[in-house]
């Protein structure tokens, strides 16, 4: 069974902007802490941004004042909007769920 749902990726002009989503259906969720992680190119999987179970925050320095990591326990999803996004912001992003499990995977393209 698939344990986290990711929507939102897609294609978009450098400056652009996306939102993915995270739904997590079947898992705990509140109290929990949620990251989101992304692999580009050539480099290793690294982490992007984690929410903590009450709302604590935190940030890559690479997206610090671009990306913004929330959740809505009610609904039981987490979200990063990725704001003036760049090429180097192009690769597989991720939500990864602190009793280990991870999302397929969505493919961000930051291209013109």
């Known amino acids: 069974q698939v344990q986290l749902v990711e929507s939102g990726g897609g294609s978009v002009q450098p400056g652009g902007s996306l939102r993915l989503s995270c739904h997590v259906p079947?898992?705990?969720?509140?109290?929990?802490?949620m990251s989101w992680f992304r692999q580009v190119p050539g480099k290793r999987r690294e982490l992007v941004a984690e929410i903590s179970g009450e709302g604590t925050t935190n940030y890559a320095d690479f997206v610090k004042g671009r990306f913004t990591i929330s959740r809505d326990n009610s609904k039981k999803m987490v979200y990063l909007q990725m704001d003036s996004l760049n090429p180097e912001d192009t690769g597989v992003y991720s939500c990864?769920?602190?009793?280990?499990?991870w999302g397929q995977g969505t493919q961000v393209t930051v291209s013109s």
């Open positions: 079947l898992i705990a969720f509140r109290g929990y802490e």
């Open positions: 990864f769920h602190a009793l280990d499990y």
